[in-house]
């Protein structure tokens, strides 16, 4: 399989149910840097729908089958984001995102230790319109 | 007598593998332009990197056959500020660094390049390092795997790192630790591919400017290199390199007789498949000139 | 009671599939926007055509129980002059048809549609099509198979060969042959949608042409139509489809109570990946079509 | 494995050799129908590389790993060129190309019996920059 070149895939966007509640939607990120890395070195991402944005504090991160919030996925030792593995955010809003189309905007914020701390974190940005369908 | 090796490391095809290149497209695009060996990333291109499937690793053992290709370099790193409230031990970093040795020689490559964490604007490496590499020596010769950091801008040759390298290899009196020279230290003229996630400020400080490290620091550390990746960023429709001087590195390395693999490292803008022709293009450049080269010496 | 199902034909990625979308992605996507149904062409999606490895028979088998898809039309073609000198014959056309329901059968399908060379400029079929499907009648029973040539734009519902095509239902009584409806027959306004490979004239003739069918045509024919392929063009950022009247089509085959298949076939311009989400935007559309149009009646 | 996205493919654009010569080039093309089709109904490809044309008849076709000159192929029964498969064209040139970039040019005619005679064949064109390395 291969993934989207744009970083925000089409497949994978989607709201999310608990039980009978709409709770929030979802974004399937492919890896923007050229290597993989420990899921500690990711310091969150900004997500901006139709204007509308949340912080990198946020979003809830699911790599390799278990969720983490940004601040767990700081301290964890033993998960990545892979390059041929998407990374899952969600973002919590109550009723989710109307079926349509929607400018979505992701701002990724990575580590690099062998960058100087003056640089970092890196910041990779991706923006286009996807399709919510349910 | 210097006998030149040309690869190509999956870096050059960022972005476009696992998007419009799959790894078998890769190495068979590597295979079409006569080139022999393949350098990876561990942490980029092993699926499931540390612990890769063994149906993976017979794949990959089934297409280096297919494609008759070596693994000649395999790309580590020692991240040593993973956590924000403490930096790595020498005890993890050491257990990191052997776990990539090991992987590294179980792909069957024989060079790794661990790249280590940074303490200053000068790029100092965390001062970890010099314990970890020298508890993997043992390790490492055991493995036949030469342990080999990358001499990268905007650290050129005459630097305190480099110094404090060469003095391990002599203190160590090791021929498991050597020097990876990144060609970007001999960038002649700005670049302005963009460079994905860095700040204009760091791309200011670290990739744009020209190095121009001469060539005669090349000749003074050569001894010691046992691996080049040949780093470029845009290669014209004339095949004319506009940053990287290949007629000279080519020069000195076949007058010094320094042998090895010269490694393709694209890192012009991602475009897709832009990556592909440009390497093509890079071992067309690389071999007229080695031809003529040949012809003056 | 109208049971409208959805799915996507493979044709819909034409362009990307092979190149930014393997067999495996365009099921993945299909199964994300909750479809079940897929539609191939096995000229173009059979690896090996018309004789695949039973090793890709597995994986197809394989990947429908992932993705929980259903194989639903098989795309076929009787190409009646495949040489400059001479037409096929009955007899070719009868293996070439019995081949192909065969190999859809083996797949999985239930509805195979064969697309039979033309003998003018108002698009009437080769004369061996009607021998070709009588012979072919009793393996599509014994195999469980509809067969049900495409009827498509520029052909409206008014027109001898449907007629034709309806004589023939009538004459053998089987109920193996019916009609498949590409909704391009309905097309409202002009697409400037580009149709690689096809003059401008073929394409002012064909595909620009809105042809408009009125509802009350499908109406008529509808009792004889076992399957629709969704064609369309561009659906824009409002969930607004230009060219095709969803809203009238979905109300004429609920308030008709037709059942069966809307298999999507975008034929929009080929950039990488806009077929992808405009597949994804037809189906978000058609679903909220259908739930207005099932608080209406 | 997938295929470059353009008809033409950087991988496989190379020269050919005879013995000790160099007899022509050859290119590597993807299917630009959205079927594969059976040879007969490959019309031909006219080629040009930095201005020098070919006409239709004079590449010759490597499919399926049998070679055919296009009046062969025409009236060939058995061989395909599929979606996911390469053809190999050769044009003959002695000496071959310059090692380095070229500017090539191909129209692919495909007949589809589908289609009334009087727009046939289709004729499929791509052109794109690609390098020779031997
Ligand atoms: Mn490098
Ligand atoms: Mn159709």
Redesign the interface.
């Known amino acids: 399989?291969?993934?989207?070149?744009?970083l925000i895939q089409?497949?994978?966007f989607?709201n999310v149910q608990e039980g009978a509640d709409t709770v929030g939607f979802e974004i399937a990120l492919?890896m923007?840097?050229?290597?993989?890395?420990?899921g500690?070195?990711i310091d969150g991402v900004a997500v901006t729908v139709d204007g509308q944005e949340w912080t990198r504090e946020v979003p809830r991160w699911t790599l390799q089958g278990r969720t983490f919030s940004i601040q767990e996925l700081?301290?964890s030792t033993n998960v990545?984001w892979?390059?041929?593995e998407v990374a899952t955010v969600m973002v919590p809003l109550a009723g989710g995102l109307a079926?349509?189309?929607h400018d979505v905007r992701v701002d990724i914020a990575?580590?690099a230790?062998?960058?100087?701390?003056?640089?970092q974190p890196?910041?990779?940005t991706s923006q286009r319109?996807?399709?919510?369908?349910? | 007598m210097s006998n030149l090796k040309y690869g190509v490391s999956l870096?050059s095809y960022?972005?476009d593998?696992?998007?419009?290149l799959?790894l078998e497209d890769a190495m068979a695009q590597i295979a079409d332009i006569g080139a022999t060996g393949i350098e990876i990333?561990g942490?980029?291109?092993v699926?499931?990197?540390p612990e890769p499937s063994t149906a993976w690793i017979d794949q990959w053992y089934g297409l280096l056959e297919k494609y008759q290709l070596e693994p000649t370099n395999y790309?580590s790193?020692i991240?040593?500020?993973?956590?924000?409230d403490r930096d790595l031990t020498a005890d993890e970093g050491t257990g990191m660094l052997a776990r990539d040795l090991r992987l590294a020689h179980r792909l069957g490559f024989t060079s790794i390049r661990p790249?280590?964490?940074?303490v200053?604007?000068d790029?100092r490496p965390?001062p970890i390092w010099e314990e970890v590499i020298e508890r993997n020596l043992d390790l490492a010769a055991e493995l036949d795997l030469i342990i080999c950091p990358e001499i990268h801008a905007p650290t050129p040759i005459k630097h305190p790192v480099v110094d404090e390298y060469i003095a391990f290899i002599e203190r160590t009196g090791s021929k498991n630790f050597r020097l990876l020279i990144d060609t970007g230290i001999f960038q002649k003229a700005i670049t302005t591919a963009k460079h994905?996630?860095?700040?204009e400020?760091?791309q200011e400080?670290?990739w744009r400017k020209p190095l121009a490290v001469p060539m005669s620091d090349l000749v003074d550390v050569l001894p010691y290199v046992s691996f080049i990746q040949a780093k470029f960023f845009d290669i014209d429709d004339d095949l004319v390199d506009g940053q990287i001087p290949w007629r000279e590195i080519l020069q000195t390395l076949k007058k010094n007789e320094w042998s090895g693999y010269l490694s393709s490292e694209y890192e012009g803008d991602r475009l897709?498949y832009r990556s592909i022709e440009q390497v093509r293009r890079q071992h067309a450049l690389l071999h007229r000139l080695e031809a003529e080269i040949a012809g003056t010496l």
Chains 1, 4 share one sequence.
């Open positions: 399989m291969v993934l989207e070149r744009e089409s497949r994978g989607r492919r923007p840097n050229y290597r993989g890395v420990w500690s070195l700081r301290q990545r892979q390059l041929d079926v349509g189309v990575l580590h230790p062998y960058i100087p701390a003056e640089f890196s910041i990779f319109k996807v399709t919510v369908l349910a | 870096y960022t972005g593998i696992n998007t419009v799959t990333l942490e980029g291109h699926p499931n990197y790309g790193w991240d040593s500020s993973m956590w924000r790249k280590i964490g940074v200053s604007m790029l965390h994905d996630g860095l700040s400020e760091a400080e670290g897709p």
